[in-house]
């Protein structure tokens, strides 16, 4: 029985092509793909059975590789490009369970079997486009938030827009400290970029939102309430806002001055590490009202799937 010639296999995702100029024959690969130590990702594209991810947003990442593997001129983009960049969903959908996605520049003429991938043919400026950490292009972090924006109602605009500020004020300084998030004229830069991302990709419906984006929230259940409460045209809150206390300072996610009332919202993350994180909160809301701060609190979920109830929770609150 004659022996299997070894050759290297590909650790990214790596077409037929440019195997067969590596020396690898069909026979060789067939081999392998029969030993299992290679799989194929898509049609024509092959990758090291070691290397393929265990997890399911890794698997979609490389899918998305994959694409560009045959059409080396596309950029990741739309979902897999949040994916690069930790953008959160605006819905209870995870990003990764959507179908990789790439765009191609426009005016080429393509004709590229997807493999259950999407192909978005559109202008790609070179502004526009940067890479990730293994050196593929993806579409850049404002340019990706707003094509993903980009039709969403406001509050739903606003989990993506303050996420991408919040990430283009930390690379505005060396090393973001809180107070950065709320520093304006570092707001202010950040809201221009994707303002300008805005206009150029022709987005201007998500202008309204860019205009009360805020970098300082800090988690994605912020931003929907922040946009529900505005959409519903309650009193604009200060968001995490320095509140002095005997027992140091305390930034609430949402505080209204003038009527002395903080708002809480409880996503899941907040409790992950267990019941002592629950005391804390406990404690800590217990200290508010021991100040005579006035308390609401909701549930991330509830901010999801019933913002009315939300909205009217704290309008009443608010003796509105």
Known sequence: MRTAKPWQLPVHPTTRTELAERGVTDEMLTTQLRRGTVVRVRQGVYLAAASWPDDPVGRHLLQAKAELAVSPEAVISRQSAALVWGLPTPTAQPWHVLPPSVSLPAGAGYRVRSNGSVHHVEQLPAAHVDRDDQGFRVTGLARTAVDLAAGLALPEELVLLDAAARQLV?????????????????????????????????????????????????????????????????????????LETPFGVLFPDFYWPEFRLIGECDGAGKYAEGERVIVNEKEREQLFRDLDYRMVRWLGKEIMFRPAVVVDRVARKMGL
């Not at 570092?186 to 970029?193: E, K, M, N, P, T």
């Not at 303002?195 to 805020?214: F, I, K, W």
């Open 170 to 242: 930390g690379r505005f300084v060396a090393s973001p400290r809180r107070r950065d998030h709320a520093n304006p004229q570092l707001v202010a830069a950040a809201r221009d970029q994707l303002s300008d991302m805005a206009v150029q990709r022709r987005r201007t419906g998500v202008l309204a939102a860019v205009a009360v984006t805020e970098p300082c929230r800090e988690s994605p259940v912020e931003s929907l309430s922040a946009g529900h409460f505005h959409v519903a045209g309650l009193p604009a809150p200060l968001y995490q806002v320095p």
